[in-house]
């Protein structure tokens, strides 16, 4: 979530914690700094912290924080302590010194703190004080805060399961934006409506998670919303594929093949990029199944589409059923890896005895044996094999030549 009070929250502590002077009588070592120094002790700790040097950064907060500076200096220095001491590991002086710039009440750090130490409870799984920390910052911010404030409120009911509060919170966070928003208003507004997009998307309601997208689109563009949106859209599809491709009722006259086919590799491509591998496998075989020959002629056509021909042989290859089932369950690129690595390790295989000049006819068997062994752990190791038996049948006219062990005789 977006903050403006510095680096993120971050929950733990430091194995070896700091010293955690944040009350105004721990004064450094050294001689106290004037109330009238303290605004400089801050711009001089901003400067380090913003180089790195938070442990020094730390010590000129502190001192700010001990000279007892007016208000509003007051709360900049405590402010800057709570992120300084959050970079620097140590959450519990972190939280402290927000909740005590949180107290002076200034209109603008005073907000600024409410958020960091929100956050830091929230990170932390501290539910109920952080939600009791946002709604402070209800009554401190101006519109900018009160949005982020119902943001994180909506999170907090939507975490407890009062789905009443939740959208009474998430409303008030989109609420559109005045003419002369601030930047932490827009943000914000972004940042929910993805995140409340994301929500509605994974509950099933679609509809409502592109209303939420596009009030965010309606502030500033933004890739991960038009990448939800973009997801709404495919939700729709796969919903109005779903109803084009189930069989015809008793009386209904069932869809025309082609229209049937192109909803079937539709149905079945888009469930397979929502990673939904088993539905689209489902697809294609009830397209296969429950819609006529005709229909399951144009599926298989579609499904088949873009395989190489059977050659001059005719006839469907013996790798063809794994290369459809490979294409209906979306695992064509497995099946891919598995053929290059076997082709790989038979080429290594070979190619060693080659280079070598090998003349031995016992290793060179043991080679070719192992060569051809290769594939049988694979599915369609078998389909491999069989396919020599009937390639000998056919050339010698012996149906035998083969034994029945083969290959696992060699």
Do not use: K
Not at 173 to 179: F, H, I, R, W
Not at 181 to 196: F, I, K, M, P, S
Not at 257 to 278: I, K, Y
Request: aromatic share 2%; hydrophobic share 45%.
């Amino acid at each position: 979530m977006t903050t403006t009070s510095g680096s993120s929250a971050r929950p733990g502590g430091s194995a070896d914690p700091r010293p955690r002077a944040v009350d105004p009588r721990d004064a450094p070592a050294g001689p106290a700094p004037s109330a009238a120094e303290a605004a400089g002790l801050c711009d001089q700790a901003r400067d380090l912290a913003a180089n790195g040097h938070l442990d020094r950064a730390a010590e000129l907060y502190r001192g700010a924080v001990a000279a007892d500076p007016p208000p509003p200096v007051l709360a900049r220095a405590l402010l800057g302590l709570a992120v300084v001491e959050d970079g620097r590991g140590d959450t519990a002086a972190a939280r402290e010194a927000a909740r005590r710039a949180l107290e002076t009440g200034d209109a603008r750090h005073a907000p600024r703190a409410a958020h960091h130490l929100a956050l830091s409870l929230e990170q932390d799984g501290e539910g109920a004080e952080a939600e009791r920390t946002w709604r402070r910052l209800l009554d401190l911010g101006g519109p900018g805060h009160r949005a982020v404030a119902h943001y994180g409120l909506a999170r907090a009911a939507e975490e407890r399961g009062d789905t009443g509060a939740a959208e009474d919170h998430w409303e008030a966070a989109l609420a559109p934006l005045p003419d002369r928003a601030e930047r932490l208003h827009a943000d914000t507004v972004v940042e929910a409506a993805r995140d409340l997009a994301g929500r509605l998307l994974g509950r099933g309601a679609p509809g409502a998670a592109l209303s939420a997208a596009d009030r965010g689109l309606a502030v500033a563009e933004d890739p991960e919303l038009r990448l939800l949106r973009a997801a709404v859209h495919l939700e729709h599809a796969i919903a109005d594929l779903e109803t084009a491709v189930e069989p015809p009722r008793e009386g209904e006259d069932p869809a025309a093949p082609r229209t049937a086919g192109a909803a079937v590799e539709l149905l079945a491509g888009l469930l397979a990029l929502r990673g939904d591998a088993d539905g689209a496998a489902a697809v294609w075989r009830g397209g296969l199944r429950d819609h006529g020959e005709d229909t399951a002629e144009e599926v298989g056509a579609r499904l088949r589409r873009g395989f190489a021909s059977a050659g001059e042989e005719g006839g469907a290859p013996w790798w063809e059923p794994y290369l459809t089932e490979a294409v209906a369950t979306a695992s064509a690129p497995a099946l891919a890896a598995e053929l290059f690595a076997v082709l790989t390790r038979m080429h290594a295989l070979a190619a060693l005895p080659a280079l070598e000049g090998e003349a031995n006819a016992a290793r060179l068997r043991e080679v070719l044996v192992q060569a051809v062994r290769t594939p049988d752990e694979l599915v369609w190791g078998p389909g491999l094999h069989a396919d020599l038996r009937r390639r000998l049948a056919e050339a010698t006219g012996d149906g035998d030549l083969l034994p029945e062990d083969w290959p696992e005789r060699l």
